[in-house]
C-alpha cells in the first residue's frame, strides 16, 4: 500500500472490494458498450480470474471511499495486461487514472515482466490519450477474442527484448 496524501491511497484488492470493482467498471461499460460473458465472469470471480494467476487489482480510496479501480493481469510470465480501469465520475479530474496506470506499471515492471498489453476501444478517446502519455503504442492487429468491443490493442515495452 502507497499513500499518496492523508485522504488518498491505493490500496489492492479484498473481497470487500469485489462490489466496488463491478459497479465502477459497468458503469463505463453500460454507458458505452454491453456487459460481455467475459466481463461477468471476471466480475463474479476475481480471484479466479486476476488475482490467483498472478495478477493485482488496484483502488484509489479518497476519504474512505473507493473512487477508481484498475487490474493488472498476468498472460504470461512476460506479458502482463492492464484491464478494468475505471475513475467514478465524481472524481474524474483528480489525476486517478494516473496513479492507477502508474501504479499498474510499477507493478507489471515488479514482476519481472518484458511488456504490458491492453484492449479498448477508440470510443475511450480521455483513456486512449492516457495510455499514449504512458508510452503504450497501438499495435497492427487485434486478436482479443473476448470482448466484441475492442478496436485497438496497444503495448508498452518494459524491459529488453
Do not use: H, M
Given at each position: 500500500m502507497s499513500e499518496t496524501s492523508e485522504s488518498v491511497e491505493?490500496?489492492?484488492?479484498?473481497?470487500?472490494?469485489?462490489?466496488?470493482?463491478e459497479r465502477l467498471n459497468r458503469r463505463w461499460i453500460e454507458q458505452y458498450f454491453v456487459v460481455e460473458e467475459a466481463d461477468r465472469k471476471v466480475f463474479a470471480d476475481p480471484l479466479n480470474y486476476i488475482i490467483d494467476p498472478g495478477g493485482q487489482i488496484f483502488f484509489v480510496r479518497e476519504n474512505d471511499?473507493?473512487?477508481?479501480?484498475?487490474?493488472?493481469?498476468?498472460?504470461?510470465?512476460?506479458?502482463?495486461?492492464?484491464?478494468k480501469m475505471a475513475v467514478d465520475p465524481s472524481a474524474q479530474g483528480k489525476g486517478f487514472g494516473k496513479l492507477l496506470i502508474q501504479t499498474a506499471i510499477e507493478f507489471t515492471k515488479n514482476q519481472g515482466a518484458k511488456e504490458l498489453i491492453l484492449s479498448s476501444n477508440t470510443k475511450l478517446d480521455a483513456a486512449i490519450?492516457?495510455?499514449?502519455?504512458?508510452?503504450?503504442?497501438a499495435l497492427p492487429h487485434i486478436s482479443d477474442e473476448r470482448y466484441t468491443r475492442v478496436d485497438i490493442m496497444m503495448r508498452l515495452p518494459l524491459g529488453a527484448e
Open positions: 491505493i490500496i489492492t484488492y479484498k473481497d470487500q472490494y469485489r462490489a466496488d470493482f471511499e473507493i473512487k477508481g479501480t484498475c487490474a493488472v493481469l498476468r498472460n504470461s510470465e512476460s506479458t502482463f495486461e492492464l484491464g490519450k492516457l495510455y499514449e502519455k504512458y508510452g503504450f503504442e
